[in-house]
């Protein structure tokens, strides 16, 4: 049964790093690409980037600067993580696997407030 | 990037009525591979998105009939026939052909 769970802080101060973990069961990650999206309250879909089955990674342009996937396959999971958070990042953060088939974690909210 | 741009933001339909969503690309979603990876997604209220189309047309599993989608290079649409309540939320449009991928703004159908 393929599941993702996306995991982290709820609360993080202005101008903090920003670490999510997306845990994985039922596939592995060296077979399947995993991307991140987010969505601030009550706005659209934002695609943030992307680890591929052989560990590339792709970013959304306007993060790039501030982004980073890795992952660690041993313990089936895709790390997010982001610098220099400001209000604007306020919003729930998803994980997914867009393949064939496509399966969402249930999305974990992160609140960037002082 | 590939600007996707979503028409109407927002649709007001009754049960039973269809309904049309437009998506349009700044660029070309033909691959190098020659598929096109447009895809189709729908977030209920208070619910992860989940997939209903890619590559254009093809029905994800368990998705219902009443929903197609059409087009090509830079011009897709969402029909979505005889609308049922389940099937209110919010549409996205989403191009996976470039890097970075892009969604679309989204398009809210509502119950009128």
């Known amino acids: 049964q393929v599941q993702l769970k996306e995991s982290g802080p709820g609360l993080v101060q202005p101008s903090q790093t920003l670490s999510l973990t997306c845990t994985v069961s039922?596939?592995?990650?060296?077979?399947?690409?995993v991307h991140w999206v987010r969505q601030p309250p009550g706005k659209g879909l934002e695609w943030m980037g992307r680890m591929r089955y052989n560990g590339d990674t792709s970013y959304n342009s306007a993060l790039k600067s501030r982004l980073s996937i890795s992952r660690d396959t041993s313990k089936n999971q895709v790390f997010l993580k982001m610098n220099s958070l400001q209000t604007d990042d306020t919003g729930t953060y998803y994980c997914t696997r867009l393949g064939a088939r496509d399966y969402w974690g249930q999305g974990v909210m992160v609140t960037v407030s002082s | 990037d590939v600007v996707m741009t979503q028409t109407p933001p927002s649709l007001s339909v009754a049960i039973g009525q269809s309904v049309s969503i437009s998506c349009k690309s700044s660029?070309?979603?033909?691959?190098?591979?020659?598929?096109?990876?447009l895809n189709w997604l729908l977030q209920s209220p208070g619910r992860s998105p989940k997939r209903l189309i890619y590559q254009v047309s093809k029905l994800d599993s368990g998705v219902p009939d009443r929903f197609s989608g059409s087009g090509s290079e830079k011009d897709f649409t969402l029909k979505i026939s005889r609308v049922e309540a389940e099937d209110l939320g919010v549409y996205y449009c989403?191009?996976?052909?470039?890097?970075?991928?892009?969604f679309g703004g989204g398009t809210k159908l509502e119950l009128k």
């Open positions: 039922g596939f592995s990650l060296t077979s399947y690409n």
């Open positions: 660029q070309s979603l033909v691959a190098s591979d020659k598929n096109t990876y």
């Open positions: 989403l191009q996976g052909t470039h890097l970075p991928w892009t």
